[in-house]
């Protein structure tokens, strides 16, 4: 359990990170990196857990540490891992992890390196993808029937954000100044699977919701590996008491539905990307 708690706590924050990175940018057609270095992730035991996943850019230094192929499909197309049909392989917990250095033009802006990684994908591991709609199951965030009871934002706050452990099993995460379309991104970018703002309410609002550990980790596909699950037989986040009881407490509630979703669907990808 120890194990599966600091893995869903990795997990929880690189999500986070890693969604922060996908933020809407103009396409940069021809946009490559001058060099790029990919080797599988080594980092193992204590070693792993001191070293960041996600990515970050330098100037012109790109540093990406310890993603699997799927973060770097949904990294490099701007969406959400949700968004990619792909091989099961490419996704964690057992998907490889790799890390990237590259470097970009001089000149170019941050804004830019998805692009360039999504060239880098085609020519290193052969990334050959299309588009499409595909009907999804979506959370829709709603006002309950008694009207909603939320907390006024905190003027000052100490930190925009801050998680902390309740007890070994139960986790909180307390926003100080949030909108509820703003949380319901961060609820989109944790489960995996979207989350609407269908409320009307406007605002910012200080909201502190719970997550059990085991939960959180079901809902983000993260399993232990003694299960015995095949891969990429990520759970649907319909058993999170946890959470749909923080929810509650707030006078709204989730309701699951059914609408389309633009997809990434990966026709052909390499498990090995050639040599540097």
Not at 127 to 132: A, C, F, S, V, Y
Not at 196 to 208: F, M, N, V, W
Request: aromatic share 6%.
């Amino acid at each position: 359990m120890d194990t599966l708690r600091r893995f869903a706590v990795r997990a929880f924050i690189a999500c986070v990170g890693i969604a922060a990175a996908l933020a809407q940018a103009p396409r940069q057609g021809g946009a490559s990196f001058e060099v790029a270095s990919v080797r599988v992730a080594s980092a193992s035991g204590e070693e792993q857990r001191r070293i960041p996943i996600g990515a970050r850019v330098e100037g012109t230094l790109v540093h990406i540490s310890r993603l699997t192929v799927g973060d770097l499909i949904s990294l490099s197309y701007r969406v959400k891992n949700y968004q990619i049909a792909a091989p099961d392989w490419t996704r964690a917990p057992y998907g490889t992890r790799f890390d990237i250095e590259a470097r970009m033009p001089e000149g170019s802006t941050k804004e830019q390196m998805p692009d360039m990684l999504q060239k880098l994908l085609a020519d290193r591991f052969g990334l050959i993808t299309h588009k499409e709609s595909r009907d999804m199951p979506v959370w829709v965030l709603i006002v309950s029937r008694n009207g909603p009871e939320l907390e006024p934002a905190v003027s000052q706050p100490p930190q925009p954000v801050s998680v902390k452990m309740i007890n070994p099993d139960l986790m909180r995460r307390i926003w100080y100044r949030i909108t509820l379309k703003e949380l319901c991104a961060n609820l989109t970018n944790m489960f995996q699977r979207p989350v609407i703002d269908e409320t009307g309410i406007t605002g910012e609002y200080q909201i502190a919701i719970d997550f059990a550990v085991h939960e959180m980790a079901s809902a983000q596909g993260v399993r232990p590996p003694s299960t015995g699950q095949p891969d990429g037989a990520a759970a649907e986040p319909s058993g999170t008491p946890a959470l749909f009881q923080s929810i509650g407490q707030l006078g709204l509630r989730l309701e699951s539905k059914k609408a389309p979703v633009e997809m990434i669907v990966v026709d052909h990808i390499e498990k090995v990307p050639t040599e540097n």
